[in-house]
């Protein structure tokens, strides 16, 4: 039996120029950071042939092809199982559609998974590639890069996207004081909404291929924040670092009607004004995890817990996509 784990992720800035209608334009720069909530993979091989599937459905079919879940029928499709005998179930400790990259940790942690039942290596960028290549190139989804990257290398990591489809990873120079910082004064709340991130991106892919000026504008600024807060955060800034945040969730909210609703913006405003110093939705928008860098985290925590907002305490990951048993 393998058994994979690939984290779940938070983004910390430039989030949406990881998305190819913009990067092969105009290049793109997002920093990330894996946290130690996961998705769990396990591969083995049973004693019946066909493929064995076990998530939030189960599948027992014979051939590849009539594999339902679309990821994992192009990841076996990639290794070319001639006579697939598979059982393949997944687990994670936070449910999809919620924000926190969990589409592209799955990928990741079935590539490195049924990779090491072939007994083959997969170092972090091959991973995060082969992962982009499923969900961007083969099943046409409107998302980002960040997520399986994120996932591939773990770590708090700023990654450049270039127009030629390169893809250049940096761990964050920080300082353990602005680390520690971080990992204290970073709060998420699950806001009980769940969505489906390609349908919030669509928008902004749709426009970016027509070269919209106000997109392209929106994502321009939105790059340059991200590398502020890089700037920010390795001079150990950290109250303006947050101060950035809420300028991203400002710029965020306006590319697309989808991004936000009423309740969420209420939310957002009574952390502002209960010891938050900036905060924004996590991913796509829509729905999911309302994240806030906090001034004052005890009173901040306290109001959304009178609000029924459930917190996820969480630390940073620095180990990625990795192999527990092999």
Known sequence: MIITRSPLRVSLGGGGTDLPSYYRAHGGFLLAAAIDRYVYVTVMRPFTPGVFLKYSQLEHVEAVDDVQHPIIREAIRMLDFKTPQLEITTLADIPAGTGLGSSGS???ALLKALYAHRRRTLLPEELARLACKIEIDLLQRA???QDQYIAAYGGITCFRFNPDESVEAT???IS??????LEDNLLLFFTGYARNADM???????RS???DAAMIANLHYVKELGLQSQRCLEMGNTADFGQLMHDHWEHKKRRSQGMSNPQIDEWYELGRANGAVGGKLVGAG???FLMFYAEDRARLRQVMKRANLEEVRFRFDFEG???LIG
């Open 171 to 173: 761990p964050l120079n």
């Open 200 to 206: 919030i991106l669509k928008d902004q892919d749709v």
């Open 176 to 181: 353990m004081d602005t680390l520690f910082d």
């Open 106 to 108: 799955f990928t990741t």
């Open 143 to 145: 998302v980002g890069k």
């Open 321 to 323: 996509t990795k192999v």
């Open 209 to 211: 291929k027509q070269s």
């Open 286 to 288: 829509g729905g999911g």
